[in-house]
């Protein structure tokens, strides 16, 4: 149980360009999902909370415009990059915490986006 | 501010015992969760502490003193796939995970 998918695995794209990665729980509903990104080598950071029906909440520094979340519904959660440049390069990876009560957070496999 | 603190690198043999250990300050805190992950995968659920003490799961054990706001992670018997990045967490407000920088951990034959 408590799987989280992400689609895609890899993308490249052009800068200028948005992309879109989906985040799913599979087994599970989620009213919360977390976006993460993590260069290499480092540590993963926190972008943003994202709750079911409501506006995400981003952490100090990152700019809600650039990167759009939504979460539509109790098993998804979206993350576009908008326009983005070759410094958004970077592994986003989703978390989804199950309703078990122990606020455990189950990761996605990650995104690999890498722009040209 | 928010500052976790744990060593950069470990290396060990295998069938060894090692211990990684994290410092934490934090403006809020819940428990100490650790994560394993491998390169380029995803982070997997370790193991968690919200209150002191040890906590143990097969291999691993993970330890909490919030008096002291320390705690370390100790693998057990230690296997050639234990060689990944180890990172602790403060488990914060609103489900919120802050991260330390993570513990390469390198298994020698």
């Known amino acids: 149980g408590a799987v989280v998918s992400q689609h895609p695995s890899r993308v490249i794209c052009k800068s200028g360009t948005s992309v879109k990665i989906e985040c799913r729980s599979l087994?599970?509903?989620?009213?919360?999902m977390f976006w993460y990104r993590q260069f290499p080598k480092q540590s993963l950071m926190l972008m943003a909370t994202?709750?079911?029906?409501?506006?995400?909440?981003?952490e100090q520094g990152v700019e809600k415009d650039k990167f759009l979340i939504n979460h539509a519904s109790l098993t998804l959660s979206t993350l576009t990059v908008t326009s983005a440049h070759p410094e958004d390069s970077s592994f986003y990876i989703c978390?989804?915490?199950?309703?078990?009560?122990?606020?455990?957070?189950?990761f996605g496999p990650g995104t690999r986006l890498t722009v040209l | 501010g928010q500052s976790l603190e744990q060593p950069s690198e470990v290396t060990a043999v295998e069938g060894a015992i090692v211990q990684i250990n994290c410092t934490y300050q934090t403006s809020g805190f819940y428990g100490l969760s650790w994560y394993q992950q491998h390169d380029g995968g995803a982070p997997t659920f370790l193991s968690y502490n919200g209150l002191d003490g040890l906590e143990e799961t097969g291999r691993f054990s993970s330890f909490l003193s919030r008096s002291d706001s320390y705690g370390y992670l100790l693998l057990q018997e230690l296997q050639m796939k234990d060689s990944a990045s180890y990172f602790c967490?403060?488990?914060?407000?609103?489900?919120?995970?802050?991260f330390g920088q993570g513990t390469e951990l390198s298994v020698k034959p």
């Open positions: 978390s989804a915490t199950a309703s078990d009560g122990t606020d455990t957070q189950y």
């Open positions: 087994d599970f509903q989620a009213t919360t």
């Open positions: 967490a403060v488990n914060n407000q609103g489900g919120k995970l802050i």
């Open positions: 994202s709750n079911e029906g409501s506006k995400a909440t981003y």
